[in-house]
């Protein structure tokens, strides 16, 4: 006997059309409540539960738009659209490796679709997959030249990978297609990355005279002018953002270290708490220290050791400066014997002056439209703005390499080691900041710490050989520094000298200094910070 099948019945036009009505009207509470009553009655029309699940998704119901996209694909599983909506709400649910998948899959189904090529940039993007995401917005452009966002996204994620270039052209594309605010402020951060802080400032500017009330923009444009040295015009910058977003944190915190560099301890401290940005523990401690609030100091400086990793090289320096003044042990084990751990090693390929990567570097520092970054400590100097290494000159890129070499050896010298600085050390080598400094008779750098380092260090191109004594030019390091507050005059400090092709490095918890020279003759170095991955 033949089998019989019977049809699901469908809801016809004019059941749906007022479900529909609704929808497209933005009334959405209504439709989900239309949506579930049809539902009722027809349970398995997929079109109901991928209506239901975007008036979800637009009321922000982001679980119960997931449970409703995926009960449609239950029904037919290969709806390049249903998807995608999955994918979209997924992402806003934080699951990004299954808002992958779905993107995945809607491409497999539709491959021309441009958007889901881009969120599945974005996806990945958010994963830490530059390449990968890259891919996606190439592939987002390709079907779609006038992609701007794709165009622009793409430029952030080659601007993160340091290719400063192509970043930067990536965003004149998308600004020729749309001159958006967002897209000026992409723009003049990587010019600022370059060092290109005119150019920077002016498109920062541009940026704000089409959305006045961008905070982001006010505060990078306090940053740009503060590394050209006009501290009054940063300050107004900052002061422009927080008069729009009181709780702004990068503000806050730019204001509190105007406030701390200005020797206005206390009143940078409330900045600080309210940024709760980076270090901003270690700052407000160093604030407490530096006004010598030393009970207070040694309560928030013991909490903090209690209850973290010992990984701030910034609070080493502290808890060591305190336990050396007060004459206590010293319980922060990031590196407490700092001082042993400087390295000195000779890079063979710079080890002569007719070496051409040692000529390339300087005809680059000498010749390259490189902007000069103002810091009160560099005294008859210069040094160098934005990312060094991030830079398209060969030279730079090259002497990179042979860097990490060195952060290699350095790890093997010091392996075994009881400290943090080994135990914890970077197994990815990306420099967090590098830079060259020039000086002339008499220049020197006055004591100081890399606050935001892990491993600091720097590589010798040119010292001065006309010398009045044996110290002059020498690199200089201790556990005191910076006018700290001081109880004894026992901190220990040793001096050593580099030569041409020399790489020294050490703790950033270190204070270091360069002792002044009087010869004619320049002084070049090109130093860098290694941080880990956060």
């Known amino acids: 006997m033949k089998k019989q099948f019977q049809q699901v019945r ?73 998807h995608f909506n999955l994918g979209v709400v997924l992402g806003n649910l934080g699951k990004i490796s299954e808002a992958i998948t779905h993107y995945r899959k809607t491409i497999n189904l539709k491959p021309n679709l441009a958007v889901a090529h881009f969120n599945l940039g974005t996806a990945l993007q958010a994963q830490g997959n530059m390449d990968e995401a890259i891919a996606g917005y190439r592939k987002a452009i390709a079907l779609e030249p006038s992609f701007f966002e794709a165009l622009g996204n793409l430029g952030t994620c080659l601007q993160q990978q340091g290719k400063l270039e192509e970043a930067v052209a990536i965003y004149r594309k998308a600004l020729g297609i749309n001159p958006d ?77 105007f406030l701390y560099d200005a020797g206005k301890f206390e009143e940078a401290i409330p900045y600080f708490e309210k940024s709760q940005l980076d270090d901003w523990q270690e700052r407000t401690l160093h604030c407490l220290y530096k006004a010598e609030k030393f009970t207070e100091f040694k309560q928030k400086l013991d909490q903090l050791i209690s209850s973290r990793k010992h990984t701030s090289p910034f609070l080493a320096t502290l808890s060591t400066h305190y336990s050396t003044n007060f004459g ?91 400290c943090e600085l080994i135990k914890s050390f970077p197994t990815e080598f990306e420099f967090t900041s590098s830079w060259y400094v020039k000086m002339q008779q008499g220049g020197h750098l006055t004591s100081h710490i890399h606050e935001l380092g892990w491993l600091s260090g720097a590589v010798y191109l040119a010292m001065p050989q006309d010398k009045h004594n044996a110290d002059e030019g020498r690199f200089a390091f201790g556990t005191h520094g910076d006018n700290y507050p001081q109880k004894r005059s026992d901190f220990p400090e040793n001096a050593i000298l580099p030569n041409v092709g020399d790489i020294i490095l050490f703790p950033s918890s270190l204070f270091h200094r360069t002792i002044p020279f009087n010869s004619n003759e320049e002084r070049i170095c090109i130093a860098f910070d290694l941080k880990p991955a956060t």
């Open 181 to 257: 605010a967002r897209g000026h402020f992409n723009l003049a951060t990587a010019l600022r990355d370059q060092g290109k802080l005119d150019e920077a400032i002016a498109v920062y500017q541009k940026a704000l005279a089409i959305h006045p009330n961008y905070v982001a923009a006010h505060n990078n444009l306090g940053e740009a002018l503060r590394d050209q040295g006009k501290m009054q015009e940063a300050v107004k910058s900052y002061q422009n953002a927080l008069a729009i977003d009181p709780a702004n944190t990068e503000a806050n915190f730019n204001i509190a270290q």
């Open 328 to 418: 206590i042990g010293d319980n922060y084990n990031f590196c407490k014997n700092a001082m042993e751990f400087v390295y000195q090693n000779r890079i063979e390929a710079l080890a002569n002056e007719n070496n051409q990567l040692l000529r390339d570097l300087l005809r680059d520092i000498n010749n390259a439209e490189i902007a000069e970054r103002k810091q009160g400590r560099l005294h008859y100097g210069t040094q160098s703005a934005g990312n060094l290494f991030k830079r398209p000159e060969a030279s730079f890129r090259a002497l990179a390499e042979l860097i990490k070499k060195e952060f290699e050896a350095y790890r093997q010298r010091f392996i075994g080691a009881d």
């Open 10 to 82: 469908q809801p016809s036009q004019a059941e749906l059309q007022p479900l529909l009505n609704l929808l497209n009207s933005g009334q959405l509470a209504q439709a989900e409540a239309s949506a579930k009553n049809l539902i009722s009655t027809f349970p398995n029309t997929l079109m109901l539960h991928n209506i239901l699940g975007i008036a979800q998704e637009r009321q922000n119901k982001y679980e119960d738009a997931a449970a409703s996209y995926s009960k449609a694909l239950s029904i037919q599983p290969n709806i390049a659209e249903i």
